[in-house]
């Protein structure tokens, strides 16, 4: 894919999504960084449901659907929760004053979520699985959710990571058209807010330069070490990475 022939983002292809406004907080705050993230779902509506079934304010201002849509639900000037919640990895890599540090960059970063069941298991027919409805055999070939349900997903779609990535061998991949709208997204965003393009190399683990603030495009497992897997170093979504700058 060569990114840099692509157009510049129209923005009025941009679904704008009906979101509660006590859902997040309608604060403008300083932009520093964005954080990738993925949603373990596969619909809009079901990540939705979840953010507002609960009163925490957990929220990401844009989900990028598989076929690319861009679904904006409040500006991108504004914050929600959708780092940390009652984690706190600062003292990890020698952060003080962990609770004040969480919520600066949870005002301060942009967090973006791409539909995706994320890390997901194929089964051979014998092992075994609990999936906290009593264990069960994984059925040979199917691809199975972290909740258990049978993904309707083609070998070409789940990328296979022989040694694993936090503690899955599987994924379901972010589609091309996924990478391209995030591509336009980060390049507009960072030109709006003057946030760095250069790619991190260090993304894919805890990151001490995303825990302290620093001016960039981080992942969510940045911030949050083995606790998560969003995102994962699909080589498509690293080739548009480097694209970027």
């Known amino acids: 894919m060569d990114y840099k022939k692509l157009p510049a983002l129209d923005l009025n292809t941009i679904n704008q999504v009906a979101f509660p406004e006590d859902h997040y907080f309608k604060e403008e705050q300083v932009k520093k960084q964005i954080v ?3 949603t373990i779902s596969d619909t809009l509506n079901s990540v939705i449901s979840t953010w507002t079934e609960k009163p ?53 970063s942009i967090g973006i979520e791409i539909l995706s069941w994320g890390g997901i298991y194929k089964g051979d027919g014998k092992t075994k699985k609990d999936f906290g409805h009593g264990e069960i055999i994984l059925q040979n070939g199917k691809y199975y959710a972290i909740y258990g349900n049978i993904l309707n997903l083609k070998d070409e779609q789940v990328l296979h990571i022989p040694e694993g990535f ?61 606790e998560k897997s969003d995102c994962f170093p699909q080589p498509e979504l690293i080739e548009m990475l480097k694209a970027l700058k």
Not at 83 to 95: A, C, E
Not at 179 to 191: F, G, P, T
């Open 166 to 226: 936090m503690g899955y061998y599987y994924f379901d991949k972010y589609t091309d058209q996924q990478l391209i709208s995030i591509y336009k997204l980060l390049k507009y965003l960072c030109n709006r807010y003057n946030i760095d393009l250069k790619y991190n190399s260090d993304m894919w683990n805890l990151n001490k330069n995303a825990l302290s603030g620093q001016n960039s495009i981080f992942t969510h497992v940045s911030m949050r070490g083995s």
């Open 56 to 108: 925490q304010h957990v929220a990401t201002p844009f989900v990028i659907s598989k076929d690319g849509t861009i679904n904006q639900l409040f500006s991108s000037k504004y914050w929600a929760i959708h780092l940390f919640r009652n984690s706190s990895p600062f003292d990890k890599v020698g952060i003080p004053n962990g609770k004040t540090q969480r919520y600066i960059i949870e005002k301060q």
């Open 36 to 38: 990738l993230h993925h």
